[in-house]
């Protein structure tokens, strides 16, 4: 009977702490949630919504965009005036054609699920890399994926060459510098909050590499807002 007590309150109390770390999880998204988007200019070519989305991805984002994580690895998107910024929430039109260019400046951390070595959710399944039509790389040479779970979109990133010249070290990276270039189309659909994310362990001395800047909004994972 007494066992059985001591049982039932080690269930009651791993129950009480699990509910308060999916509490605290859940505040810090929604937080999370709340960070500040980044209102994507909008063109329209015969009564259709078009945009140009424009991103780069960095080994290390560096003390002026982030003075408390220099070392995290990070996307940047680029404003109409040619700025980096570190925003990962995005605002877009609904049912619009999104014509996206990343320009990916950091090394292969490879794909632990080498089937989003392959493009899915794009006009064509194809992206052009360096452009060059491409519907696959080598999983170990990718360096990040671009992945929208809700849109069946991923897109992998094919990352520099450790021996590449001319490497970039901390954001913003001049185009100068050595990178990819990947471009390619998709359509928001309707009305949304959609999460987008890196799908690659690349996150360095976190454990299993998805800790840190993986799972921080405003780094290696954002939204989609799609109004
Ligand atoms: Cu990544």
């Known amino acids: 009977m007494r066992a059985t007590g001591f049982k ?3 269930v009651a109390v791993g129950l009480a702490a699990a509910a308060v770390l999916i509490g605290l999880y859940v505040s810090k ?3 999370d949630n709340g960070s500040k988007a ?3 200019p909008v063109q329209t070519q015969g009564g259709h919504k078009v945009v140009d989305l424009q991103i780069e991805t960095v080994a290390a ?3 002026q965009f982030s003075p408390a994580h220099p070392d995290y690895v990070s996307y940047l998107v680029r404003d109409a005036q040619g700025k980096w910024l570190r925003r990962t929430v995005w605002r877009l039109p609904a049912n619009a054609t999104v ?3 990343i320009y990916n400046f ?3 951390s490879g794909l632990r699920n080498p089937l989003y070595a392959r493009p899915q959710g794009i006009d064509g399944n194809s992206f052009m890399l360096d452009g060059k039509a491409t519907d696959f790389i080598n999983p170990d040479d990718t360096s990040h994926t671009f992945a929208v779970p809700a849109y069946g979109l991923v897109v992998p990133l094919t990352g520099v060459a450790d021996n590449a010249k001319n490497q970039c070290g901390y954001a913003p990276c001049a ?3 050595a990178h990819h270039t990947i471009t390619f189309t998709f359509h928001t659909g309707k009305v949304g909050h959609y999460r987008w994310q890196c799908f690659v362990p690349c996150a360095a001395g976190w454990i299993d590499g998805f ?3 993986m799972q921080t909004i405003g780094y290696m994972d954002g939204f989609l807002d799609v109004i």
């Open 8 to 10: 039932v309150l080690g």
């Open 29 to 31: 998204l929604t937080t």
């Open 38 to 40: 980044y209102t994507v």
């Open 61 to 63: 984002v560096g003390p």
């Open 99 to 101: 014509h996206m260019t």
């Open 106 to 108: 950091d090394g292969a």
């Open 175 to 177: 185009l100068s510098m």
């Open 211 to 213: 800790g840190g800047p």
